[in-house]
């Protein structure tokens, strides 16, 4: 069964400081892997994905990802954080179920909260 | 913003009820898929249309049913509501084919009391 593991249910970090979110996957084939993002009390926004190719994946606001298909890993990083990036992430991968190709198994989401 | 509405943003029901939830999807993709969203998780996925078709279901009972017309809308139905119903529901859209990215609207903030 395809699965996305987002192990951390909350990261803090101080405003201009890098920032990571964690993201594991478990699929057979080829990973299709997607962020997202989460403000309070709104849909979720897609931050970006990765197909295929390299393996840092450039994305919106400053975002990028990196891909390692030896650690089944898809973590989520920006050199400077803003306290505006303060939300809930939550990573995504794309399965196959019944026909629905492009069904996204989420994870659990990982609060960010940035400090000023 | 997505170009992706729903409506209404916020229903409250009361157990037994039946609920429809509707959204308009991004002009010019003919797919649309909807995701319940419980407090505190990730969004699950309910069901998938493709051209007026249910084209794929999770985990969901049959009383979670829906609609896709042609100019890009569509519909979530849930009949008996129960309390475990109470939820923010998404729905997304996006092309039939590739990989693109879904497009999600803000969702409607189901409570069932």
């Known amino acids: 069964a395809q699965s996305v593991a987002q192990p951390e249910d909350q990261v803090n970090v101080a405003e201009g400081n890098p920032l990571t979110v964690k993201c594991t996957y478990s699929v057979s084939g080829n990973p299709y892997l997607f962020w997202y993002v989460q403000y309070p009390n709104r849909g979720l926004q897609f931050l970006l994905k990765?197909?295929?190719?390299?393996?840092l994946v450039k994305g919106s606001y400053g975002f990028e990802a990196e891909f390692n298909k030896s650690q089944t890993s898809f973590h989520l990083k920006k050199p400077s954080a803003l306290v505006s990036d303060s939300a809930l992430y939550f990573c995504a991968v794309r399965g196959i179920y019944g026909g629905a190709t492009n069904k996204l198994i989420f994870g659990t989401g990982t609060l960010l909260a940035v400090q000023p | 913003e997505t170009g992706v509405t729903q409506s209404p943003t916020h229903l409250i029901k009361t157990r037994g009820q039946q609920v429809t939830l509707r959204c308009s999807s991004q002009s010019g993709h003919n797919t649309v898929s909807w995701y319940q969203q419980a407090l505190g998780q990730g969004p699950q996925f309910i069901f998938q249309y493709y051209r007026e078709e249910e084209n794929g279901r999770g985990n969901f009972p049959p009383r979670f049913s829906g609609l896709q017309f042609p100019n890009y809308s569509s519909e979530l139905n849930v009949n008996a509501l129960e309390l475990d119903d109470s939820a923010l529901y998404l729905c997304?859209?996006?092309?039939?084919?590739?990989?693109?990215?879904?497009?999600f609207g803000p969702g409607t903030r189901l409570t069932v009391t």
């Open positions: 990765y197909i295929t190719g390299d393996n």
């Open positions: 997304a859209s996006s092309l039939a084919w590739g990989v693109d990215e879904q497009y």
